[in-house]
């Protein structure tokens, strides 16, 4: 606190993000990053930026990357917004369309930086409880609200809502934007970039910091109809003209055209966590089913919070929340299958009290 703070940032509630320890020996599960490298053609097209002409400043209109982007999707380029990470395309998108003097609705559990943004531009949140199972429930959303917005797959639990529901929630909302986070959409769901032509309300935001390993780079995107690109423009315009660098640009460019080997690492986390998911159901775990890189899970017989402690004592990180609902579930980031083992060799000494 100090006395040169404005009554604004006396109230503001920060995000606080997942540990990035300093450890060396360490089996890092906690913030979903990716086990395997980013693809060796968006490591050499970043090599190749770094020059001379890091003395010019990058495009501001990204150009090269919304192009990729779009040839990815089959989709047009003006329909396409890039930021520095989905962090501040979600937050751009907050301030442009969900200041509305009605409430932004959103699960009650999810991405845990929706209430901070709401606090950071004034918007009324409107948590809406998850059924028992951790669905959303359609007929929730059938209110009066200001925009609405959910991950799908949704986060920390990894439950997938089908692209059907999706299209009907678009359709019983069409006054107001309907944002989508798709973060990690590549491991298991239906991407609902399928339905931007059809519903002008719809944003799709995604970050290449899962499923394209490339946390380290900062780079996200949301798609959508052109009016509501635009309206992301404005805001970045009016904020940053360059939230991307040269080396960023040719290697989120990269990635998005080395579908290969996106596919061939999206394949092995998904195949790793079906395997990982049976390992803990042996040992006792309840495991919900995920569409994510990451496994959300319980035992009934030990405390979520000792558990990851324990963990930790072994140099081993996973993510516990300390929230009402699921504070009993550990969040578990889907890593190498060499990880996974020494994640469940400890498992089993604890559970067996040997450790
Ligand atoms: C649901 C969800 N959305 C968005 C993000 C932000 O991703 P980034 O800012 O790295 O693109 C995360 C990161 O963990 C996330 O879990």
Redesign the pocket.
């Known amino acids: 606190m100090s006395k040169f703070w404005s009554p604004f940032v006396r109230e503001l509630v920060p995000y606080v993000p997942g540990e990035q320890p300093k450890m060396t020996r360490l089996v890092k599960l906690n913030?979903?990053e990716n086990p395997y490298g980013p693809s060796p053609r968006a490591l050499d097209a970043m090599r190749r930026q770094v020059n001379d002409d890091l003395r010019l400043y990058p495009d501001p209109d990204c150009v090269q990357l919304k192009q990729a982007i779009a040839d990815f999707y089959a989709i047009g380029p003006e329909q396409v917004f890039v930021g520095n990470?989905?962090?501040?395309v979600?937050a751009h998108a907050f301030h442009a369309f969900f200041q509305q003097g009605r409430p932004l609705l959103f699960p009650d559990i999810s991405?845990s930086?929706y209430p901070v943004y709401c606090g950071l531009y004034g918007v009324e949140p409107k948590q809406i409880p998850l059924d028992e199972n951790f669905a959303i429930n359609l007929d929730d959303y059938c209110q009066d609200n200001g925009g609405i917005i959910f991950?799908n797959p949704n986060?920390p639990t990894g439950h997938l809502l089908a692209l059907e529901a999706i299209e009907q929630l678009l359709q019983r909302n069409s006054e107001s934007v309907v944002l989508v986070?798709e973060?990690?959409i590549d491991f298991g769901g239906q991407s609902a970039v399928a339905l931007v032509d059809r519903y002008p309300n719809l944003l799709v935001?995604q970050?290449?910091?899962?499923s394209r390993s490339l946390?380290g780079l900062?780079?996200?995107l949301a798609i959508g109809h052109p009016r509501l690109i635009e309206g992301l423009e404005r805001i970045k315009n009016s904020f940053n003209s360059y939230p991307l660098d040269r080396a960023a640009i040719a290697g989120a460019a990269a990635s998005f055209a080395d579908r290969e080997y996106f596919s061939q690492i999206c394949n092995r986390v998904i195949a790793s966590r079906e395997r990982l998911a049976a390992e803990l159901a042996t040992l006792g775990f309840v495991v919900l089913p995920s569409a994510a890189n990451f496994l959300f899970v319980r035992h009934p017989q030990h405390d979520a919070a000792e558990l990851a402690g324990k963990l930790r004592e072994q140099g081993i990180i996973v993510r516990h929340f300390r929230q009402p609902r699921i504070d009993q579930f550990l969040r578990i980031t889907i890593g190498t299958d060499q990880q996974s083992a020494e994640l469940l060799t400890e498992l089993a000494k604890i559970l067996a009290g040997q450790d």
């Open positions: 913030t979903n990470g989905s962090d501040e979600l991405y930086f991950p986060a986070d973060a990690y935001t970050t290449l910091s899962k946390a900062r780079v996200g």
